[in-house]
């Protein structure tokens, strides 16, 4: 997301999570994906940007759903920042 400047579940090209797992070959059969951007005060607080990342998530119906689904068998993390001063979390 932050090579192709987006933030969101469907790629620029109109990929979609699936499609990315298809593609990686990986065998699933249900997935889900959180993302968000946040523009920190302090890039060095990595507990207040994480915290912010994890408060919108539970706040959110949708997303609070997928971090507690007990069906996911993996679960993962991405931070990365971009060059505006963002920080995007998948």
């Given at each position: 997301m932050v090579d192709a400047d987006f933030t969101g579940h469907e790629t620029p090209g109109g990929?979609?999570?699936p499609d990315q797992y298809d593609?990686?070959?990986?065998?699933w059969r249900q997935c889900g994906e959180?993302?968000?951007?946040?523009?920190?005060?302090?890039?060095d607080d990595?507990?207040?940007i994480s915290q912010t990342f994890v408060d919108s998530w539970l706040d959110s119906?949708?997303?609070?759903e997928n971090v507690f689904d007990a069906d996911w068998r993996v679960k993962s993390i991405d931070?990365?920042?971009?060059?505006d001063g963002a920080v995007l979390a998948t």
């Open positions: 990929r979609t999570l593609r990686a070959g990986y065998d959180n993302v968000a951007k946040h523009y920190p005060n302090d890039l990595a507990t207040a119906p949708g997303h609070r931070v990365d920042y971009a060059a």
